[in-house]
């Protein structure tokens, strides 16, 4: 006979040690609705805990890690085998795992957490104190990524900062005001970044293209056009 489960979801920040975490099937207090809007990538680590089932929790005496989402998006799990991680959030992860359970366990509760972030490498190029390549988490930003090159220098245009992505296809590069960013708040500029990103900041509102980015990209960028408005 088909079992029926309700589950309340319970998003936590754990206080000590930052994880992010998704609970299922346990009636708990409200929780910070953003963190389960994470959503999951390849390399993102997970702590799976089954409560009652320890053949069921990540990591566990006989595999001393996490599950960690593969490149194809997905994890194997015992008694599922393939379930796509790549996509969901960590709340409707943590919700699918639990109904997927509960055909096999009754009642089953567990909780789901962030062990460790997938990186993605960044360049930050221009006028910042450390140009170079990061391997930020996938949760990064804008602003996390200049703060990973430890700022911008006296002779950035702060007005004009540019973001280039990977595949561009021809599109100009995003255009952002970090003053807008900054003064007023417009977190909307803080862009979330993704592999192989440029960031450049630029000097007196300048791009020196050829100098500085052209050397870093190769024929995957199809960075084709930068109008003469960002070269102002």
């Known amino acids: 006979m088909k079992k029926w489960l309700i589950l309340t979801m ?23 609705n953003s963190i389960g809007a994470y959503i999951l990538h390849p390399g993102d680590m997970l702590s ?10 990540f990591p566990n005496p006989g595999h001393m890690e996490g599950l960690t989402i593969r490149p194809d998006g ?16 960590v709340k409707d992860f943590a919700k699918l795992l639990s109904d997927q359970l509960g055909e096999i366990y009754v009642n089953p509760v567990l909780s789901v957490n962030i062990m460790r972030f997938g990186t993605d490498r960044i360049y930050v190029l221009g006028e910042v104190n450390q140009p170079g390549a990061y391997e930020l988490d996938k949760s990064r930003n804008l602003l996390d990524a200049i703060g990973a090159a430890r700022g911008w220098t006296k ?3 702060k007005t004009k900062v540019f973001i280039i992505r990977k595949d561009q296809n021809g599109k100009p590069p995003l255009k952002v005001d970090l003053m807008a960013l900054l ?7 803080n862009y979330p970044l993704q592999q192989g990103d440029v960031v450049y900041l630029t000097e007196n509102h300048r791009i020196d293209f050829a100098k500085d980015i052209v050397p870093l990209i190769n024929d995957a960028y199809m960075i084709t056009w930068i109008s003469n408005d960002n070269k102002r």
């Not at 319970?10 to 929780?31: E, F, H, N, R, Y």
């Not at 799976?48 to 929790?57: A, H, K, M, R, T």
């Open 10 to 32: 319970v998003l936590v920040l754990m206080p000590q040690t930052g994880i992010l975490a998704a609970a299922a099937g346990a009636a708990q207090p409200d929780a910070n």
């Open 74 to 89: 997905k994890l194997t799990y015992p008694f599922l085998g393939e379930i796509t991680a790549k996509g969901m959030s």
């Open 48 to 57: 799976i805990n089954v409560f009652g089932y320890p053949e069921l929790s």
């Open 183 to 189: 003064k007023e708040g417009d977190t909307s500029k």
């Open 155 to 157: 002779d950035a245009a």
